[in-house]
């Protein structure tokens, strides 16, 4: 069974490479269309978070268009993010800004030879951070990542991310505490997609949009512990096929901060930061926190 649904995938995303760039939009917005009957529960939590959060009326028009440019930057992104993985350097068809800099940054941080934490959200192409950090280094990019519910789709992003030079660390691992010490005791790469919920809500209660919010414990630990830098890294999108990566150092070679709340902090607001300046990008489609009804 999970061969067949891998074959199934694979086709998909084969098909999706013989599109024409100018119908990746169309498309996106064709297959909304198609999916609005089974999108019920999404646009629930979506709308709810723009109320909550950023106070906009589910009614309103401005909400109701926010939320469909959300849902249609997922698909494209993920369109994009997907055929670049399948067509490899030599044929990629993305255009990147912002890749010397990041390339700079990265040398400076590593030399110091603390291994380097990077961390970013679900927002952009979160893919393309692993890909492009790997790239500035030419060394493999060590990625936490949750296991999905299918195991074929499991399989082949695992498949998929060792294209991009990325290894995947998946959080069900019993080694995997061992599994990240050694990455950057070895002067390597370790990175978080850090701005969902920890299981059991258990971590560093920080604010985030203006509301208490705990986040995951993993890259303060580990910067505090062992000294390590934090980067935090996000490939946003521009256009089709055009992206541009922002970072900015969370915790220099040289740090001295012991206190993983506000290190978890200073994390959390650079997230949010660059989510306000992208707001479409995020996905607001997520419970990220409990309201009170």
């Known amino acids: 069974m999970i061969s067949l649904q891998l074959v199934l995938i694979r086709g998909l995303i084969y098909a999706f490479t013989l599109i024409p760039k100018p119908f990746v939009r169309p498309l996106a917005a064709s297959l909304l269309w198609l999916l609005r009957p089974v999108l019920g529960k999404e646009k629930e939590k979506l709308y709810r978070n723009l109320e909550e959060v950023l106070n906009l009326p589910r009614h309103s028009i401005f909400a109701k268009n926010f939320a469909r440019q959300v849902l249609q930057h997922q698909i494209e992104s993920g369109i994009e993010s997907l055929v670049s993985a399948e067509k490899g350097p030599r044929h990629d068809p993305i255009e990147i800004l912002g890749f010397e800099s990041l390339e700079a940054t990265i040398s400076d941080l590593k030399a110091a030879g603390k291994g380097l934490i990077v961390i970013t959200g679900h927002m952009g192409s979160w893919e393309f951070v692993a890909k492009y950090c790997a790239l500035a280094t030419g060394e493999t990019f060590n990625a936490l990542a949750k296991p999905s519910k299918s195991p074929a789709v499991t399989k082949y992003l695992e498949s998929s991310r060792s294209k991009m030079n990325t290894r995947v660390l998946w959080t069900d691992r019993k080694t995997l505490l061992k599994d990240m010490m050694l990455s ?5 790469i370790l990175g978080f997609v850090m ?4 299981d059991g809500r258990q971590g560093p209660e920080v604010t985030f949009f203006d509301r208490p919010t705990k986040f995951v414990a993993g890259p303060a630990k580990l910067a505090t512990r062992m000294q ?3 980067l935090a890294v996000f490939c946003m999108r521009e256009g089709p096929w055009r992206y541009r990566i922002v970072h900015k150092v969370v915790a ?3 740090h001295e901060e012991r206190d993983e709340v506000t290190l978890t902090q200073a994390m959390a607001a650079e997230i949010e930061r660059v989510i306000r300046l992208y707001p479409e990008q995020w996905v607001w489609n997520y419970k990220r926190w409990r309201f009170q009804t």
């Open 184 to 188: 950057l005791k070895h002067g390597q």
């Open 195 to 198: 701005d969902q919920k920890p």
């Open 228 to 230: 390590a830098p934090v």
């Open 252 to 254: 220099s070679p040289h």
